[in-house]
T-cell receptor
């Protein structure tokens, strides 16, 4: 089944404890992206990747890191999480790296992160 | 900067009512426009899209027309069903960046 998977689905952690949220897609998509969803703010793009080893900042990259060493994986790293990073996070992928916003994006099920 | 603005929700309708959810976008460049839908507890799914001015996207009875002159992409459906209850997001895309509106929650009562 074609899908985007995220792990973990739920995570409660403490301030400053490094964490990684994994994202994997099995559709051979070039483009991948991370978003956070907060009430009243919709989804905001954190980082995106047009292809392997190519990443770019979205609108809210502060406090996050990403890497794209393989086509299928795009982990989101929080080196020192803070309470304002408590949110619902979505990973997405799309077929084209040249026009990631032209084609449909396929979203994962979400990861709910709470930082205390 | 670039932005997308949607009408605020929640919107509550009776079954078979007409639906309009307004969406306007900033006109920088030539973005593609999308409507995504999020059902409770799930990720977003593409509902429809339009890639140039005057294009009409349609799917599952929903329609939206890319209006460059009014920088709008309003979502419409002639007769909503209870199963349409969800949060709807308008988005503009250009290059690798996708900018979403804040979402409009729709609740359809039987």
């Amino acid at each position: 089944e074609a899908q985007v998977t995220q792990n973990p689905r739920y995570l409660i952690t403490v301030t400053g404890k490094k964490l990684t949220v994994t994202c994997s897609q099995n559709m051979n998509h070039e483009y991948m992206s991370w978003y956070r969803q907060d009430p009243g703010l919709g989804l905001r793009q954190i980082y995106y990747s047009m292809n392997v080893e190519v990443t770019d900042k979205g609108d809210v990259p502060e406090g996050y890191k990403v890497s794209r060493k393989e086509k299928r994986n795009f982990p989101l790293i929080l080196e020192s999480p803070s309470p304002n990073q408590t949110s619902l996070y979505f990973c997405a992928s799309s077929p084209s790296g040249l026009a990631g916003a032209y084609y449909e994006q396929y979203f994962g099920p979400g990861t709910r992160l709470t930082v205390t | 900067g670039d932005s997308v603005t949607q009408m605020e929700g929640p919107v509550t309708l009776s079954e078979e009512a007409f639906l309009t959810i307004n969406c306007t976008y900033t006109a920088t460049g030539y973005p593609s426009l999308f409507w995504y839908v999020q059902y409770p507890g799930e990720g977003l799914q593409l509902l429809l899209k339009a890639t140039k001015a005057d294009d009409k996207g349609s799917n599952k009875g929903f329609e939206a027309t890319y209006r460059k002159e009014t920088t709008s992409f309003h979502l419409e459906k002639g007769s909503v069903q209870v199963s349409d209850s969800a949060v709807y997001f308008c988005a503009r895309g250009q290059g690798g960046k996708l900018i979403f509106g804040q979402g409009t929650e729709l609740s359809v009562k039987p």
